[in-house]
C-alpha cells in the first residue's frame, strides 16, 4: 500500500489537470470507470473484440494465463485516464525546442520513409501514450517510466489510454473501442475489469528507437518534435520519478521497482537496460552495455539461431533471425555478410525480430525462460 500510495503522490505533484478533454476519453465517474481499488463500476459490460486494434496473426509468448496476469494486476494509484494520453498531438521542427532538451535528454525516435518523428521522454513520462497519424496509419506511441519501455503500435480506428493499471511495474493499456486490457511489454490482450472475455490477441507492432536528443537530431536534423502544447497543464521541465542526464531517482541502479516484479533474477541488476526480442517461440535479451563493447552477438531465441547488432549512431541493437548461420561480420560500424557485402546494422537481409529497450526485472518477470547474453 504504500508504495502505491507513493506513485499517486509523485504523479499528484506534477498535476494532471486538464486544459481540453481528451478525444474519446473518459472522466472519472462515466460509465466504465473504475475506482483506485480496481473494482468495475457496477453494471458494467464485456465489449466484443470487433473494433480491436490491428492484432497479429499468432499471438505472442506469455508467462502465465491471461486471467492470471489480470490477478497481478494491481493499482497503480491514479484511476482510469488519470495519467491522460495525448490524443491530439502537435509537432514543431527541431529548431523550436531549442533549450527545451538537452543533448544527453532521452527521446524515442520514429522513421519511416515519409515521416521522422521524436518524442521527448519529459513529455511522454506525464502521459505515457500518444495517440498520433503515422504515414496515414493510426499509431500509439507509448512509455511506461517504471520498466523503461518505448513501443509502438497501430491502433486502428481506436485510440489507447491508460487503464491505471500495473502488471510488473508495466504500464496495462486499454483501448477505448472494446475496453480490453493490453499490458504494454507483452502486446498481448488480457480479461479485465471493463472487458471479462476478450479474444486474446498481440498487437501489431513497429519500432520505437530509444536515443539521445543529440544522436536523433544528428542523424535526422529535419526530424519533427513533439510539441510541449499537449492541451494540458504540465511542468514537462520535472520528472516526478527521477532524472536520466544525470541518472537519478527511481531510474538509479540502486532503486528498487516501485511495485511487486515478476520475477527476482539476479543475472543482472533490476535496473540494468537489456535488448529484448520476443516471439511465439521464446525470447532473448542481449544487455545493452554487453552490445554496445562487442557489436556482434550470435545466439539463440528458443531454437532459432538468432544476431544481435549494434548500432553506433543511435546507440541502439537490432536482433535478426539467422536460421541458416550465415557468417557476418561487425566493421566501423557496418555489417559485412559472407559474401562479402556491407550492410548497415538497420539493414541486414535477414528477418528482423521486433526488439527494445526494457529494465532487466520487467524483462526477466515477464520472460522468465529468456535466455540472456550479457
Known amino acids: 500500500m504504500q508504495r502505491l500510495v507513493t506513485r499517486r503522490a509523485v504523479l499528484a505533484g506534477v498535476g494532471v489537470a486538464s486544459l481540453s478533454g481528451c478525444i474519446g476519453s473518459r472522466q472519472p465517474g462515466t460509465p466504465g470507470d473504475t475506482s483506485a481499488s480496481g473494482a468495475p463500476e ?3 459490460q464485456s465489449r466484443t473484440g470487433e473494433n480491436m486494434p490491428p ?3 499468432e499471438q505472442l509468448l506469455l508467462p502465465m494465463e491471461p486471467s492470471s496476469l489480470r490477478e497481478h494486476a494491481v493499482s497503480g494509484g491514479p484511476p482510469k485516464d488519470g495519467i491522460p494520453s495525448i490524443d491530439e498531438p502537435k509537432f514543431v521542427s527541431a529548431e523550436d525546442v531549442s533549450g527545451q532538451i538537452k543533448p544527453d535528454d532521452p527521446v524515442f525516435g520514429l522513421a519511416t520513409e515519409g515521416t521522422v518523428k521524436a ?10 501514450i500518444c495517440n498520433d497519424i503515422v504515414d496515414n496509419t493510426p ?10 519501455t518505448a513501443m509502438g503500435f497501430e491502433r486502428g480506428e481506436t485510440m489507447f489510454g491508460v487503464s491505471g493499471r500495473l502488471v510488473n511495474n508495466n ?9 480490453t486490457w493490453w499490458p504494454q511489454v507483452l502486446a498481448t490482450s488480457i480479461p479485465g475489469s471493463w472487458n471479462e472475455d476478450p479474444p486474446i490477441r498481440s498487437l501489431q507492432e513497429f519500432r520505437v528507437i530509444w536515443t539521445t536528443w543529440e544522436r536523433w537530431v544528428s542523424k535526422h536534423p529535419d526530424t519533427q518534435v513533439l510539441s510541449r502544447d499537449t492541451g494540458y497543464a504540465q511542468n514537462y521541465d520535472r520528472d516526478p520519478y527521477g532524472s536520466y542526464n544525470p541518472r537519478g531517482g527511481y531510474y538509479s541502479q540502486e532503486a528498487a521497482p516501485m511495485f511487486p516484479a515478476l520475477s527476482d533474477d539476479d543475472r543482472l541488476q533490476p535496473k540494468t537496460v537489456v535488448i529484448g526480442a520476443r516471439t511465439n517461440k521464446g525470447a532473448a535479451a542481449f544487455e545493452k552495455r554487453t552490445l554496445r563493447e562487442t557489436k556482434l552477438i550470435e545466439g539463440k531465441l528458443g531454437e532459432t539461431p538468432v544476431v544481435a547488432i549494434y548500432e553506433p549512431e543511435l546507440d541502439t541493437g537490432y536482433v535478426y533471425q539467422n ?9 566501423d560500424g557496418h555489417v559485412v555478410d559472407g559474401a562479402g557485402d556491407t550492410h548497415s546494422p538497420e539493414a541486414l537481409p535477414l528477418e528482423r525480430i521486433h526488439a527494445f529497450d526494457a529494465m532487466w526485472f520487467a524483462w526477466s518477470g515477464f520472460y522468465p525462460d529468456t535466455t540472456l547474453y550479457a
Request: net charge negative.
Open 42 to 44: 457496477e453494471g458494467g
Open 55 to 57: 492484432t497479429k496473426a
Open 119 to 128: 518524442y521527448p521522454q519529459s513529455i511522454l513520462v506525464l502521459h505515457e
Open 139 to 148: 499509431v500509439s506511441v507509448t512509455y511506461c517510466p517504471l520498466t523503461g
Open 171 to 179: 504500464l496495462i493499456m486499454y483501448d477505448r473501442a472494446t475496453e
Open 323 to 331: 536460421p541458416e548461420r550465415q557468417q557476418v561480420q561487425y566493421q
